[in-house]
């Protein structure tokens, strides 16, 4: 386990700070994963980690921009410290992740934040009343 887990989980509130994927439903812990990344200089320190659930990770990857699917101007991703989820997405009734701004729908594109297997897991912690919630800044 990455010797920043706890700190990074801690502040996270346990949930990807992407997709706010509750970390209790999985068996295994979250990733933590460097904002800006390493490979291209972004440094160590806390204020560039974040924590992330696989499928976030993966898909995020390198990158730190996005085309927002509605304009196709290419813009940043969401920045877990330093953006407000609840400026750049809101979750509708269903679960799906709607993009308030061109950060959050590029953001949820670059992710895939609403594939049917995400959106049949966020409908389960709902009904377990796991989802949504946590993280307030």
């Given at each position: ?18 997709c706010r994927a509750p ?22 320190a806390t204020a560039n ?42 979750v509708q009734p269903g ?43």
């Amino acid at each position: 386990m990455n010797a920043d887990y706890p700190a990074t989980a801690g502040r996270a509130e346990h949930r990807c700070e992407y997709c706010r994927a509750p970390e209790a439903a999985f068996n295994f812990p979250f990733e933590v994963e460097h904002i800006h990344p390493s490979s291209a200089g972004g440094p160590g320190a806390t204020a560039n980690l974040a924590l992330g659930c696989r499928l976030c990770n993966l898909f995020k990857s390198a990158a730190t921009t996005a085309a927002d699917p509605g304009t196709g101007e290419i813009v940043p991703l969401f920045h877990p410290r330093t953006d407000r989820w609840e400026e750049h997405f809101r979750v509708q009734p269903g679960g799906t992740i709607v993009g308030n701004t061109a950060i959050g729908r590029a953001t949820i594109e670059k992710l895939r934040m609403n594939s049917p297997r995400q959106l049949a897991a966020r409908q389960l912690w709902r009904t377990l009343r796991i989802f949504p919630g946590g993280i307030h800044r």
